[in-house]
T-cell receptor, first 114, second 115 residues
């Protein structure tokens, strides 16, 4: 079975632009989470979606938004890009039905803002 | 969620056991201990998790102290491919909730396995 897939793998944008990152969870997984990882730091939680509803949001500005589609894939949108948004953006999925589950992470999208 | 404390870095010789400690002295009764690792330029990878009993799987063993205030991840025979950042994370799991989707990563321990 395919793991969590993210696209694109690399992206270069300029300040002020917007970006859309995409994630396809493992088949059968209904929960998708997004993380931002700045160089040298651990990943930081941005959003979690379960059954197409937002179930959690980290401490990120409103420029960051996300949604989950009926097939459980997800998009992360970032508007008005800043230099500080340069990071590795990770998507993780889990079945969403268990009490204590493990997250499966994709390889991430490396975003560079110039 | 409870905060964790890990040493910033550790070394281990190839073929020897790697013992990675984690302190989580403020852990609550409904919080699990999870371990993930991240190899350079890849997404984090789940290793193991436990509540209060020791756990073992094909990757590692997790030893949790009786008072649950600390734990140790054991890689029994470390290889060069085990060089990575290891994260110890405490997760509060609620009945019917999806709190496991939100992980609070710290700085982790950089484990370097030497030939």
């Amino acid at each position: 079975d395919a793991g969590v897939t993210q696209s694109p793998t690399h992206l270069i944008k300029t300040r002020g632009q917007h970006v859309t990152l995409r994630c396809s969870p493992i088949s059968g997984h209904k929960s998708v989470s997004w993380y931002q990882q700045v160089l040298g730091q651990g990943p930081q939680f941005i959003f979690q979606y379960y059954e197409k509803e937002e179930r959690g949001r980290g401490n990120f500005p409103d420029r960051f938004s996300a949604r989950q589609f009926p097939n459980y894939s997800s998009e992360l949108n970032v508007n008005a890009l800043l230099l500080g948004d340069s990071a590795l953006y990770l998507c993780a999925s889990s079945p969403g039905t268990g009490k204590a589950e493990k997250l499966f992470f994709g390889s991430g999208t490396q975003l560079s803002v110039l | 969620d409870a905060k964790t404390t890990q040493p910033p870095s550790m070394d281990c010789a190839e073929g020897r056991a790697a013992n990675l400690p984690c302190n989580h002295s403020t852990i609550s009764g409904n919080e699990y201990v999870y371990w993930y690792r991240q190899i350079h330029s890849q997404g984090p990878q789940y290793i193991i998790h436990g509540l209060k009993n020791n756990e073992t799987n094909e990757m590692a063993s997790l030893i949790i102290t009786e008072d649950r205030k600390s734990s140790t991840l054991i890689l029994p025979h470390a290889t060069l491919r085990d060089t990575a950042v290891y994260y110890c994370i405490v997760v509060r799991v609620t009945i019917g909730g999806t709190s496991y989707g939100k992980l609070t990563f710290g700085q982790g321990t950089i484990l370097t396995v030497h030939p």
